[in-house]
């Protein structure tokens, strides 16, 4: 099945971790968020992509171009052809990665629009290109094959805004620095949509899929809810953008199924 990401936006919340790059390449560890998500899909099988572009588009286009020479360790022989010799090998060489330029200042609902063509007539999943999780996306494309409506969210307990403790007795026992929350659910993105869909699109630079096209869903009862009680996390600031790096660095980052 064809996974759909958003990698267009402006990302103006997070330029002060970077302003030359657009937010699905800044990166956990070595790698870019939007690296993350391809590699968490592809853990459940799902390995052809197409990514909506827009704001800095050729970064991302020349990271997948040359992917070879960002992944791999190589030596390059220089003033003699430029002959490259790969040394290492990576576990992608399964992927088809279609790159879209959906319109710099397009909005949601147009980039998807402008994708129909590149997943046809098929069910496809769709999410953002800057939030990581450990969605378990069989069972979410289990829930939205039974319920045969037009579109399924992932419904997510937001990030708490301050720190958890847990304590006996006075002391502390643990401290959790953004726990989820137990408020209501939020949208979480990875989607999964019927070509239904595109009937509530329309390619218009202005139009948001979060706005007209949800609202239209929910209007006629074509919206689904699977819910996700475990990790989601967004990276749309500075303090996000560190929060990540650490889950990473410490080696057990639920999204890590590879």
């Known amino acids: 099945m064809k996974v759909v990401i958003l990698c267009g936006g402006y990302g103006t919340r997070i330029r002060d971790v970077s302003e030359d790059i657009p937010k699905p390449m800044i990166p956990i560890g070595r790698y870019p968020i939007l690296w993350h998500i391809m590699k ?26 040359n992917y070879e020479a960002h992944i791999k360790d190589f030596t ?22 279609t790159l879209a330029d959906t319109g710099l200042d ?4 147009a980039r998807i629009a402008r994708i129909h063509d590149y997943v ?7 999410t953002y290109g800057d939030g990581v999780g450990d969605v378990d996306l069989d069972e979410l494309l289990k829930f939205h094959q039974a319920h045969k409506k037009t579109l399924t969210v992932t419904g ?11 304590s006996h007795g006075g002391r502390v026992m643990e401290f959790n620095e953004k726990p989820q929350s137990n408020a209501g659910r939020i949208s979480g993105g990875y989607f999964v949509a019927s070509a239904g869909l595109f009937n509530y699109l329309e390619d218009d630079d202005s139009l948001m899929f979060e706005k007209e096209p949800i609202e239209g869903l929910v209007k006629d009862k074509q919206l689904m809810t699977y ?9 749309d600031t500075n303090r996000e953008y560190q929060l990540l790096n650490k889950i990473y660095e410490k080696g057990n980052a639920p999204w890590v199924k590879w």
């Not at 397009?106 to 609902?109: F, Q, V």
């Not at 046809?120 to 769709?126: A, T, V």
């Not at 997510?156 to 847990?166: Q, T």
């Open 76 to 97: 390059i022989s220089l003033g003699h052809g430029g002959e490259i010799e790969f040394h290492t090998e990576h576990d992608e060489s399964d992927w088809k990665v």
């Open 120 to 126: 046809g007539d098929d069910d496809f999943m769709l």
């Open 106 to 109: 397009a909005m949601t609902g």
């Open 156 to 166: 997510v307990r937001p990030p708490g805004r301050f720190g958890e403790m847990v």
């Open 227 to 235: 819910e996700h009680d475990g990790f989601w996390q967004p990276m």
């Open 40 to 65: 968490y899909y592809a853990s459940y099988g799902h390995r052809d992509f197409v990514l909506c572009l827009g704001y800095k588009a050729n970064v991302i286009k020349d990271f997948f171009l």
